[in-house]
């Protein structure tokens, strides 16, 4: 009975929609803003990533028409790995959209015949109730059309918000919208358009083949991919994005989500200007810039240093293991007086005594204890426990003829370290050893005893008093003469 | 029970219940549905080729406007010819009009969106699929796909009841696609779109019914889509 009763009900409502269509389904009422200054008909120039559409140059508000088609495609999203993505335009992120404030936008948005799905256009950029999503729900093989003024200038998202939208947003239905302010942007050498999106596949990181989306994922906030331009390698390799020493650079940076805030920095790179969450604060000085899901960022930065800059999440864990890196590489002269190169590599061994330095043995008559103890926390981790030594890396002192030969030599080694090229025993080493001047006159000695009489070597004891003078003599490092 | 008519094969669907992703009311959470019987397969494009050429009025070229778009039947040759268009793939660009009318010529009805669900929830084992994750896993995945470009034959998997080709061949035409328009859209503007649709939700994480609401909500009845056929029952 019940469903007698409700199929009646529905006819009643077909009925309605064989005549006139309900209002906002409405595919064939053609609504025009009129403004008195809207004069101008534009139709604007899209582009789809890294590339920006010219700045407007208009001086007053015009009427333009805006033209996406709705395109779900499978393409790359990482080496062998392929995702059906859903598009505005046919890639991700949607194509870039630039006007000017006061414009009156006439967005027409066509939904390829061979979509599955039915789509829409909620543009941040409007003010209104669901942003135009309702103007805009538009079937497979059907074109909707509704006008908006852009009221506010700003960097805003665009995105599809049908059913289930996290899903539609997910296979990559995003895009950004500029609206300039009425003076237009300060001139800068170079615009980018980047766009962080998270993804959710059925298969691991780098699983190969044709990846479906994953649900539970995506619920529980845990993506395999968070990407730059909808693909690993839209922004590096040959497909890095390119500047020279001097330029002033900006970037329009949205977040398409749908789940992840994006950490934005380049690497090596501070922002000269940033325009917070695409607004009209203007701050300086940034290193890393956050941009939430649904939102976006005007960075501009000069280029000073040539050299690749990474762009990353600096959520770093994205960068390294989930994609989203991409590169600036920046042509022109070395600025080594801005960024130098590596002037020095040299060996570090710490500070050796991980007791605290110049710890005194106090007198207790057994220099080669007292010597062995300094061996083992000091010299034992280059040298080794039976002074050995290690391959052609650290010499040996057991019946070391280099040691045994030059007592004098020895303990200036000690307190001032050496450095070049030492034979011992027919063997040359080319390392270092830093000072330890650090250590007390007694732990010189003792230690100096403790070697010279170990492991087979005999020689005279070494005194607190003959390390005492040399160390009054100046401890220079030593450089061996060959 | 299965039975032949006009060349189609008729399943029997038992009785159960249908819990709508948007309930009409707090007291329609669960919708009883009643025993009913639907085709096996979708129409095919033999099976209207046959309907068109004994009823001529619904010919593309001859068809009222108001009562289809101008993509109706385009897939075919000529009026009353396939050409490329195979006769056993599912009959698609036929708007809600002339698939009543199909049904009619019958003694069929469009299922009602309750009878669809109900037969569509069933996996391939159980008569209520709602809580096999991977099977609706893999309804999502295949929705989640384009069009293939060159439709399939009819006559896929057979489900619980023995029906075929519910989940991803073809969209299929309800009787009553209005009422996922009007539940989904009830309160103007407020429920349908971003993330408000998942308030009243009966199934927030049931995407699959999710897109077939969204779907028959960007409907119009003379819309003749190339990814949307129909089947009747009775």
Known sequence: MRIHVALSLLFGASAV???????????????TLSSPEASTNVVAT??????????????????????????????????????????FGGRVPGQFIRVREGDTVELHLKNSPDSKMPHNIDLHAVTGPGGGAPRTFTAPGH??????????????????????VGMHIANGMYGLILVEPPEGLPPVDREFYVMQGDFYTAGGYHEKGLQAFDMQKAIDERPTYVLFNGAEGSLTGPNALHA?????VRFFVGNGGPNMVSSFHV??????????????????????TLIPAGGAAIVETTMRVPGD???????IFRAFNKGAVGTLVVDGDAAPNLYSTKTKDSVWLGDGN????????????????SGARVFASTCAACHQQQGQGVGRAYPPLAGSDFLMADKDRSIGIVLGGVQGRVTVNGQTFDSAMPPHGHLGDEDVANVLTFARNSWGNTGAPVTAEEVAAKRANGTPIVKVAQ | MIAAVMGAVVVAIGAGTYRPLFP????????????????????TNAELLAFVKAHPEWRRDRIARIFAEPTYLTHWASADALGDAKPDQPAVNVSWFAARAYCSSRGMRLPTEAEWEHAAAASNTSADGANDGAWRAEILSVYSRPSPQVLPSVGGKTNFWGVSDLHGLVWEWVVDFGNATSAFASGADRMRFCGATAAGASDATDFAAFERVAFRTSLHASYAMKNLGFRCAR
């Open chain 1, 244 to 248: 020279k020493v001097g330029e002033r």
């Open chain 1, 46 to 87: 899209l582009t789809h990533a890294p590339q920006v559409p010219p700045p407007t140059g208009r001086k007053k508000p015009a009427h333009v028409v805006v033209d996406i088609e709705v395109k779900e495609v499978v393409a790359p999203i990482a080496g062998d790995t392929t995702y059906t993505f859903w598009t």
């Open chain 1, 17 to 31: 929609f064989a005549g006139t269509s309900p209002l906002w389904l409405s595919h064939d009422k053609h609504f």
């Open chain 1, 267 to 288: 690497i090596g790179a501070i922002f000269d200007r940033v325009y917070r969450e695409g607004g009209t604060t203007v701050e300086s000085n940034v290193q890393t």
């Open chain 2, 24 to 43: 009409p009311s707090p007291n329609e959470a669960q919708i009883a549905v009643a025993a009913f019987s639907m085709d096996k397969t979708p129409a």
């Open chain 1, 309 to 315: 800059y990474a762009m990353v999440d600096h959520s």
């Open chain 1, 143 to 164: 074109q909707t059309e509704f006008t908006f003024e852009a009221l506010r200038s700003g960097l805003y998202v665009y995105h599809c918000a049908a059913a289930p």
């Open chain 1, 354 to 369: 991980p007791f605290g330095a110049a710890k005194t043995e106090k007198k207790s008559g057994d220099a080669m204890a």
